[in-house]
């Protein structure tokens, strides 16, 4: 199968994975007929890509690193408790957190083992989830990214674990901003910026008084939107005075971000979020955490169409581990002509090829 912008889906294609809600059910299942109804209620419902199914690419692959029931119920709990924050007062969501600290440390420990097991990079693309609230699959996704990182840097259960409740609970803050600003579909203004940016001192002072949550936790909350140059907020502290924690929360934070559909913009392709954390290497986000990133996660997702510095064209069919931008190709074409028998070339063995560009329009 083939990985497409959803915008350039034709009436006839068929979809080569099931696309499912963030809880879990199935909303267009794998082998469904695409038709021009189908292709707008996709793009209203925001979502970027679909994989297709393909007679010369049948034989790919895009398997998802987390299990389907592992991630819905961890969307699930985080919806649960950040819709209880919104809605109650002061004193009630403390005990919400308070309660809900044992139930997300038992969900990290069933991520950290999954990731831990798994054989594959990282890669969520091959997952469409339409969700209700972006707040809540950010999360989810975050906490993924952040774990993968972790493992990559070789952090001990403990470590991880508590990294992954920073994770987690780094945007329980905008529970307490205004929807209507938090999904306002058109330019916010200068004051409503700064309401957004109020979420990350709203998460400090909520999770910090609760007991059961570790202070480093809270501090996640705070500083994952500082910067190594003193660029960010709310506090602009710089370099050795941001948690590690909080430069590897910031770093997931930030990818994601990027490549999810949002409201004012349309999501990248995983290599060109990474562009633009490398563009802010060692001033914003610190060197060793995108290296680490880079080797944790898919950056041309199995797939995708690309082509090469010599014109040849290929297809992602599956990933070097630990070299992610190093992926194997079936190739398709070759001179402007579509090959009769498709063959595999190794990127990792071929040091003089280079992937120029990513081919999701056709």
Not at 16 to 37: A, M, P, Q
Not at 76 to 96: G, P
């Amino acid at each position: 199968m083939r990985l497409l912008k959803t915008q350039a889906l034709k009436p006839g294609m068929r979809l080569g994975k099931s696309i499912f809600n963030d809880r879990g059910t199935i909303l267009l299942g794998e082998g469904c007929e695409i038709s021009d109804k189908i292709k707008q209620r996709l793009l209203s419902l925001d979502v970027s890509f679909v994989y297709v199914q393909d007679e010369r690419t049948k034989d790919i692959k895009a398997e998802s690193t987390i299990s389907n029931e592992l991630r819905r119920s961890t969307v699930k709990t985080i919806e649960t408790i950040f819709l209880d924050v919104r809605s109650m007062n002061i004193h009630e969501r403390s005990f919400v957190i308070e309660g809900a600290t044992q139930r997300f440390s038992q969900l990290l420990e069933d991520i950290i083992t999954e990731i831990k097991s798994s054989k594959r990079l990282l890669t969520l693309l091959a997952d469409v989830y339409i969700h209700d609230d972006y707040i809540f699959t950010h999360s989810m996704n975050v906490t993924l990214y952040t774990l993968a990182i972790a493992k990559e840097m070789k952090m001990k259960p403990k470590q991880m674990t508590m990294l992954g409740l920073g994770a987690i609970l780094h945007d329980v803050g905008k529970m307490l901003v205004s929807p209507d600003i938090l999904k306002k579909p058109a330019a916010l203004s200068e004051e409503e910026y700064s309401m957004i940016k109020q979420h990350s001192e709203y998460g400090f002072q909520l999770l910090r008084k609760i007991h059961s949550v570790p202070l480093l936790v809270a501090h996640c909350a705070y500083q994952h939107h500082e910067r190594l140059d003193g660029s960010g907020y709310p506090r602009g502290l710089c370099a050795d005075n941001i948690h590690y924690f909080a430069k590897i929360i910031a770093v997931a934070d930030v990818f994601d971000a990027i490549t999810s559909n949002r409201i004012y913009r349309q999501a990248m392709l995983p290599h060109e979020a990474l562009e633009i954390l490398y563009a802010g290497s060692g001033t914003q986000f610190e060197t060793k955490i995108i290296e680490a990133f880079r080797r944790s996660v898919t950056i041309y997702p199995d797939g995708l169409t690309v082509q090469l510095n010599d014109g040849r064209k290929g297809v992602v069919s599956s990933q070097n581990v630990g070299l992610s931008d190093r992926p194997i190709l079936l190739i398709i074409e070759e001179n402007g002509i579509e090959l009769e028998h498709t063959y595999t070339c190794n990127l990792k063995d071929h040091n003089h090829l280079l992937i120029t560009s990513c081919l999701v329009d056709e």
